[in-house]
């Protein structure tokens, strides 16, 4: 399954640019914690400070799962309060939500 995502940084470039380099070697636990939730690919692009995630998933995977297994787990939870740091809501975002699923309104 595949599942699209959006988010906005910080519109600040120095933070951007450490947001993008935390990215270029993330922590080996993150990889591992995003791949043990049946995520085969998960890409990010971004223009300005807006955030475009493309996720893919095998049959194992669930929104609820995932959500359970980063809960539980201490190295996840630090990363995500440092990346929080870099990000912000979209305008859209429910009270919390970070990440937001994108609906497809189009296919080719």
């Given amino acids: 399954m595949r599942y699209c995502f959006a988010l906005d940084l910080?519109?600040?470039p120095i933070?951007?640019?450490?947001?993008?380099?935390?990215h270029?070697?993330?922590?080996?636990e993150i990889r591992e914690s995003i791949q043990a939730a049946g995520i085969t690919v998960m890409d990010i692009y971004r223009t300005g400070n807006r955030l475009f995630m493309i996720m893919e998933t095998d049959e194992s995977f669930s929104f609820a799962r995932k959500a359970e297994m980063?809960?539980?787990n201490p190295v996840v939870q630090?990363?995500?309060?440092l990346m929080w740091g870099y990000q912000q809501s979209l305008p859209t975002a429910r009270p919390g939500e970070k990440w937001?699923?994108?609906n497809q309104?189009?296919?080719l």
């Fill in 10 to 12: 910080v519109d600040d």
């Fill in 24 to 28: 270029e070697r993330i922590w080996p």
């Fill in 105 to 107: 309104i189009f296919k």
């Fill in 15 to 22: 933070l951007i640019a450490e947001y993008e380099k935390h």
């Fill in 100 to 102: 937001v699923l994108m």
């Fill in 70 to 72: 980063d809960a539980s």
């Fill in 78 to 81: 630090k990363w995500e309060t």
